[in-house]
T-cell receptor, first 116, second 110 residues
Framework: GAGVSQTPSNKVTEKGKYVELRCDPI?????LYWYRQSLGQGPEFLIYFQGTGAADDSGLPNDRFFAVRPEGSVSTLKIQRTERGDSAVYLCASSLNGAGGRETQYFGPGTRLLVL | KQEVTQIPAALSVPEGENLVLNCSFT??????LQWFRQDPGKGLTSLLLIQSSQREQTSGRLNASLDKSSGRSTLYIAASQPGDSATYLC?????????FGTGTSLTVIP
């Protein structure tokens, strides 16, 4: 595949609803990262997958946020009981071998989430 | 916790000028530093990656330096063009995480 893709590109939901955001990494990349970018801010780390397992989920803000990568490729970020403060751009990135953050990460275009 | 600061927050220059963007970080225990470009409504594009053992990296009109001991990096853009207009983000890597600055919004005026 060409690059990292994310769907949907935009998502509008109501407070309290459940949403799922999808990331398709570059084929063959073992590491996958999720970030959240609020308006006027830099991206903030949420979670890092090495293969199927979450190697570091220390950035998830609370237990309403959960992410999976069951087959070591596509990942889904799940947000329960959404709040207005969850509104942000959710970015996904992948890298070839993982090695933590020591190699270049390739970013997708992001999903813009708006919680009304 | 690592904190990354970028100065200035916004910069406007006429076409053809050389310019410098600054990035500082609080903890020198990093693996590498990376500069990204972000266009409105788009994801991030990696520009330059400097490993912690390196002092600088160059790509075309871009040159990035790293002084790990002082916690500073600069991105030098030569002969700026209107197409360089974007937000430039620096990020340092520690552990498994990237720590991003808030970015410098660059406008190059034709």
């Amino acid at each position: 595949g060409a690059g990292v893709s994310q769907t949907p590109s935009n998502k509008v939901t109501e407070k309290g609803k459940y949403v799922e955001l999808r990331c398709d990494p570059i084929s063959g990349h073992t590491a996958l990262y999720w970030y959240r970018q609020s308006l006027g801010q830099g991206p903030e780390f949420l979670i890092y997958f090495q293969g199927t397992g979450a190697a570091d989920d220390s950035g998830l803000p609370n237990d309403r946020f959960f992410a999976v990568r069951p087959e070591g490729s596509v990942s889904t970020l799940k947000i329960q009981r959404t709040e207005r403060g969850d509104s942000a751009v959710y970015l996904c990135a992948s890298s070839l071998n993982g090695a933590g953050g020591r190699e270049t990460q390739y970013f997708g275009p992001g999903t813009r989430l708006l919680v009304l | 916790k690592q904190e990354v600061t970028q100065i200035p927050a916004a910069l406007s220059v006429p076409e053809g000028e050389n310019l410098v963007l600054n990035c500082s970080f609080t903890d020198s225990a990093i693996y590498n530093l990376q500069w990204f470009r972000q266009d409105p409504g788009k994801g991030l594009t990696s520009l330059l990656l400097i490993q912690s053992s390196q002092r600088e990296q160059t790509s075309g009109r871009l040159n990035a330096s790293l002084d790990k001991s002082s916690g500073r990096s600069t991105l030098y853009i030569a002969a700026s063009q209107p197409g360089d207009s974007a937000t430039y983000l620096c990020a340092v890597t520690a552990g498994n995480q990237f720590y991003f600055g808030t970015g410098t919004s660059l406008t190059v005026i034709p």
